[in-house]
């Protein structure tokens, strides 16, 4: 917005622009932001001078998200009022949401001079220099908001003691936000009744989290232990949320049904907890809750969570038809809500019955809107490469531990060549945790973005001058595939963390390799592909994972094949294959692990279809999760583990090799079906990679027959890794560098060209 609007005064509304003013107002308290936008804008035909229906009108705009509109109709009521309070305020919201800061800014201090005693605009203006990088005029912004707050009594200051610590965390000021936030609860200790617990209960929330994040579990989670105290269904609900998202999954667990036990009839207690069961493999009790939220009232994500549910337990087709409904009236209605799209994409992954060229079809039809109205390439101006470091931003979610994106990537940030390099992670992520701090350590610039809407971020990551964006989330959770699709840098990437295309018409690239994506294979990507000598993921694990016992007595015992892999790998196909390895090898067992076989529902279910095809009870173990380093603990108990089709193993593939255990992969179509025989063949162990099914099932018996020379294999593999290129993080992260080194040379030599439009 602009500072410079005349001052009119305000003029009463004539009888017949009040009538329409109150008539659209009944219109937008019942949210019809269409019939309110007509109101209004028939008022100010009737009073060209009335400011009130003027903000209104905004309002709508806003709501509406018309956002340029809503800018020209703030500055139209600062015209007809430059004294109104709240339109200086609300059009610094909506250009901080549009990323414009500096303007944000002005407007935040114009409403200041206007009320120089209110607090709102000071604390916003605070928000928004803090993320500009003004420190200084923030922290005065701040202490003018905290001084207003006070004159109004203590739950008011308490209350901008919170929004501004909030604040602070959401740019990763924790230590700054727990300054506050222990200050507030020590101001807090005497205040008594249950309003009062409640409020100290979200002071606790909030600057546990504080302390989290920076490294100080114990203190945060004893915080967080005295908040489960309160009795506030909202309070109780964060702290459950917090508390999953730190993996203290069982402490969320006991809050939730806390929460379901002190509010029986609400229907959104029921609701969290059984999204939570579900999310932590408890299928059963899960579907139990969400059945009785819904016989209390509307439940908007059932299907979603069903469709989850599906997928879970290993029935990808039907939440792929769940996902796909809902997707395509998402995008028949326009309604943007790309998310669904990225499940349906994900499923189809998984998917018996969808061929290669099928899934790549998907993937298109699904997220060509998503590039509809992108900025062209053209219009990003850099400097020439020449003489510089080439800037590289990272959007990530998952730089956190046990996720494999911070397994593979941690290596490749300490070997990264800073004087090659100026990298920026924007990480838009809610789990911190110490291997947060890590890469935060390791990259040169850490912008925490979580909070940051996608105009937000794009401005900040064209701000930075970045020349290749690097997508590590494809269509998993929070993922910016929107940010993607409208384009945020000239040249674009996407890499590790999807098995295949993200079908976004505006990703430039996907880094790859010549075996998951072939010579030939070109047209079932919507990017271009650019080819890393040797494998994709490199697997250079930082934790010193000790090698199992390999005594001879191992050639003696029952031979055990088995899958670390989530149970959407474990699709029909997948089973059958399996138990057909089964029959043709007497004798031998099956070890399946998985988080969701903490759920004796899910044991029964796949004990269930694999009896069902043939597979004797007793031939079968199933294994819940638990922390990584025991789970590779566990591979002393494998012989063989077999690879799951069509969705192969990644990092759980690469694990296994990594503690001795062989993998027999069947190489598919596409890259999601390649992963394994990438692994293998890098490994130089060819002949364990199947063409078909009958030649995976003789392969089984083959390898299984010989148990001296599997011991062999076994106790030499690691070895063998370490002297392969594959596994040389050093030439990975070279290989890497010179990727992107390459892309921004055709890329940003394409950014003056007027014919390349994105």
Not at 91 to 101: F, I, K, S
Not at 328 to 343: M, Q, V, Y
Not at 447 to 461: H, K, M, P, S
Request: aromatic share 6%.
């Amino acid at each position: 917005m602009t500072s410079s609007v005349a001052f009119t005064p305000p003029t009463a509304p004539t009888p017949q622009a009040a009538e329409a003013f109150n008539q659209a107002n009944a219109a937008y308290r019942a949210g019809d932001w269409m019939a309110a936008l007509a109101g209004y804008s028939a008022a100010l035909g009737l009073q060209g001078q009335f400011a009130d229906a003027a903000l209104q009108r905004a309002r709508c705009l806003v709501a509406l998200g018309r956002t340029a509109e809503a800018r020209e109709a703030f500055a139209q009521t600062l015209r007809l009022d430059a004294q109104h309070y709240s339109a200086w305020l609300e059009a610094g919201h909506l250009c901080r949401q549009q990323g414009v800061l500096q303007q944000a800014a002005g407007a935040y201090a114009r409403a200041m001079a206007v009320a120089p005693q209110r607090h709102e605009a000071a604390l916003a203006l605070f928000r928004v220099l803090a993320q500009a990088g003004q420190a200084e005029p923030a922290e005065q912004a701040l202490a003018q908001a905290l001084s207003n707050a006070a004159l109004l009594g203590p739950a008011r200051l308490l209350d901008v003691q919170r929004r501004a610590a909030r604040y602070r965390l959401e740019g990763g000021d924790a230590a700054g936000a727990q300054a506050l936030l222990a200050s507030a609860l020590r101001s807090h200790l005497l205040a008594e009744g249950d309003e009062a617990v409640n409020d100290r209960a979200e002071l606790q929330i909030d600057l546990g989290e504080a302390l989290m994040r920076q490294g100080r579990p114990a203190e945060g989670q004893a915080l967080l232990s005295q908040a489960s105290g309160a009795t506030r269904e909202s309070t109780l609900a964060r702290l459950a949320e917090l508390s999953y998202r730190h993996n203290l999954w069982a402490e969320a667990i006991a809050v939730c049904r806390r929460n379901l036990a002190l509010h029986p009839v609400s229907p959104q207690a029921h609701w969290n907890l059984a999204q939570l069961l579900t999310e932590c493999w408890q299928m059963e009790e899960g579907l139990r809750l969400l059945t009785r939220a819904e016989a209390l009232a509307p439940m908007p994500g059932a299907t979603r969570l069903r469709a989850s549910v599906a997928s879970r337990t290993g029935d990808a087709d039907a939440a792929l038809a769940h996902y796909l409904a809902e997707a395509r009236a998402a995008i028949h209605r326009s309604s943007g809500t790309h998310e669904l799209a990225s499940s349906a994409a994900m499923c189809a992954l998984y998917s018996d019955r969808l061929s290669s060229a099928e899934v790549a079809a998907l993937h298109r039809e699904l997220f060509a809107p998503l590039s509809e109205g992108a900025r062209a390439r053209a219009s990003f101006k850099r400097a020439p490469l020449a003489g510089r470091r080439l800037r590289v931003g990272l959007v990530s979610a998952d730089f956190h531990h046990q996720h494999p994106v911070n397994l593979f990537m941690q290596p490749v940030l300490r070997e990264l060549d800073r004087r090659s390099i100026e990298l920026s992670c924007y990480f838009v992520g809610v789990s911190h945790d110490g291997q947060t701090q890590l890469a935060q350590a390791r990259t040169e610039h850490w912008v925490e973005a979580t909070y940051l809407n996608d105009a937000q971020l794009a401005g900040r990551i064209d701000a930075d001058q970045i020349d290749v964006l690097v997508d590590l989330s494809g269509h998993t959770g929070q993922q910016r595939m929107a940010l993607f699709g409208r384009r945020a840098a000239p040249v674009q990437c996407t890499y590790l963390a999807y098995p295949g295309s993200t079908g976004v018409p505006t990703m430039d690239w996907m880094l790859t390799d010549a075996t998951v994506t072939p010579p030939g294979s070109e047209s079932l990507y919507s990017e271009q592909l650019w080819r890393l000598p040797g494998q994709v993921f490199c697997y250079a694990p930082e934790e010193d994972y000790v090698l199992p016992p390999m005594p001879d007595s191992l050639a003696a015992r029952p031979l055990t094949f088995a899958s670390f892999n989530n149970v959407p790998k474990l699709t029909p196909s997948t089973l059958a294959l399996w138990a057909a390895v089964l029959a043709a090898v007497p004798g031998s067992r099956l070890l399946l692990k998985a988080p969701s076989f903490g759920d004796a529902a899910a044991v029964k279910l796949f004990g269930d279809k694999l009896v069902a095809l043939g597979v004797a009870p007793e031939r079968l173990e199933f294994r819940g999760p638990v922390g990584l380093a025991d789970m590779m603990a566990e591979y002393a108990d494998v012989d063989i583990a077999l690879d799951p089709t069509p969705y192969n193993g990644g990092t759980t593939s690469l694990q296994a090799m990594w503690m001795g255990a062989p993998v027999l992969t069947l190489e598919g179509g596409h890259f999601v079906s390649r992963m394994g025989a990438s692994f293998m063949r890098n490994a130089g162990l060819d002949d364990w990679v199947a063409q078909d099914e009958a030649d995976y099932i003789a392969m089984a018996r083959r390898m299984a027959a010989d148990r001296p020379a599997l011991l062999a294999l076994k106790r030499g593999m690691r070895q063998r890794l370490l002297a392969r290129p594959a596994w040389d993080v050093q030439a990975h992260t070279r290989a890497m560098e010179a990727a992107l080194w390459g892309m921004a040379s055709e890329g940003l030599d394409k950014q003056d060209d007027p014919e390349i439009q994105s």
